[in-house]
């Protein structure tokens, strides 16, 4: 079930795609003018309006984000010295062809996932770092982003009996209970850091797997207030494929697939 889980949702992600449905609609106005399908036509051009407008005026979306990344705080400092560790969930390298070839760490949009854990390890010298991923590819082409976090802590100098790494996961599922039966924690809650929209899920699902987690959420895409003013369609499109990505693993989960 867990293989089915990930062949199914690797294969249907690009479908939901904010950009990719914008251009299906584009494409239904194209057929239905030929084909003369006036109905459809009408429906079709009233439906990509309203979806520009809410791309590119970003306060809808905004709200809708905000709401996942304001379920957990950020821990106080107090709150983390007690901890038996910290784990970073993979999703900030790149992998594949590209960085293979070029033979350089590359960071995405997540990379806070790693400035933080780097921070974390700094302050406070007795933590050590479980970094759970292994590769998010369908067909495996080029490194991994297990290989490519190897090479980034080494990079960073970080001596390697204070990293674990956990890399046969593919999704949060995998991350919680291959992380947990490599590290079976005893009672110290472990730091654990993720991206804000993705936070909530992580927690239920590595309280479900028998963690005792302290959510460190980073990587925040809202501020504390909306911003009314705000018109970018990049930005819109970044938000909303965000938020409909955490909604179909929510299903899925929900769907018994996970």
Same mark, same amino acid.
């Given at each position: 079930?867990?293989?089915?889980?990930?062949?199914?949702?690797q294969?249907?992600?690009?479908?939901?795609?904010?950009?990719?449905? &914008?251009?299906?609609?584009?494409?239904?106005?194209?057929?239905? &003018?030929?084909?003369?399908?006036?109905?459809?036509?009408?429906?079709?051009?009233?439906?990509?309006?309203?979806?520009?407008?809410? +791309?590119?005026?970003?306060?809808?979306?905004?709200?809708l984000?905000?709401? +996942?990344?304001?379920?957990?705080?950020q821990?106080?400092?107090?709150?983390?010295?007690?901890?038996?560790?910290?784990?970073?969930?993979?999703?900030?390298?790149?992998?594949?062809?590209i960085?293979? /070839?070029?033979? @350089?760490?590359?960071?995405?949009?997540?990379?806070?996932?790693?400035? =933080?854990?780097?921070? +974390?390890?700094?302050?406070?010298?007795?933590?050590?770092?479980? &970094?759970?991923?292994?590769?998010? $590819?369908?067909?495996?082409?080029?490194?991994?982003? &297990?290989?490519?976090?190897?090479?980034?802590?080494n990079? @960073?100098?970080? !001596?390697?009996?204070?990293?674990?790494? !956990?890399?046969?996961?593919r999704?949060?599922?995998?991350?919680?209970?291959?992380?947990? /039966?490599?590290?079976?924690?005893?009672?110290?809650?472990?730091?654990?850091?993720?991206?804000?929209?993705?936070?909530?899920?992580?927690?239920?699902?590595?309280? !479900?797997?028998?963690?005792?987690?302290?959510?460190?959420?980073?990587?925040? $895409? =809202?501020?504390?207030?909306?911003?009314?003013?705000?018109?970018?369609?990049?930005?819109?499109? @970044?938000?909303?494929?965000?938020?409909?990505?955490?909604?179909l693993?929510?299903?899925?989960?929900?769907?018994?697939?996970?």
């Amino acid at each position: 079930m867990d293989n089915l889980f990930f062949i199914v949702s690797q294969l249907f992600k690009p479908l939901f795609r904010i950009e990719n449905i &914008y251009v299906v609609l584009v494409l239904f106005i194209f057929i239905s &003018y030929l084909r003369r399908w006036q109905k459809i036509l009408r429906i079709s051009i009233v439906t990509s309006l309203v979806l520009a407008i809410l +791309l590119t005026f970003t306060a809808p979306i905004q709200f809708l984000v905000s709401n +996942l990344e304001n379920r957990h705080p950020q821990p106080s400092a107090k709150n983390l010295e007690s901890a038996g560790g910290v784990i970073v969930l993979g999703g900030a390298l790149q992998e594949g062809q590209i960085p293979f /070839e070029r033979n @350089q760490t590359s960071i995405n949009e997540n990379g806070e996932r790693l400035t =933080t854990a780097l921070q +974390l390890l700094h302050t406070f010298p007795n933590l050590k770092l479980l &970094y759970s991923t292994g590769s998010g $590819q369908l067909l495996v082409n080029g490194s991994t982003e &297990y290989a490519a976090a190897v090479k980034f802590f080494n990079e @960073q100098k970080i !001596e390697g009996n204070r990293i674990i790494f !956990e890399n046969t996961s593919r999704n949060t599922f995998e991350n919680a209970k291959a992380s947990f /039966e490599k590290i079976s924690p005893k009672s110290n809650s472990w730091i654990l850091i993720t991206s804000a929209t993705h936070m909530n899920r992580s927690v239920k699902t590595f309280s !479900e797997a028998g963690w005792s987690v302290i959510p460190y959420p980073v990587d925040y $895409q =809202t501020g504390t207030r909306i911003n009314w003013t705000q018109i970018s369609a990049s930005k819109g499109t @970044q938000l909303w494929n965000r938020w409909i990505m955490r909604l179909l693993l929510r299903c899925f989960t929900f769907s018994g697939f996970n």
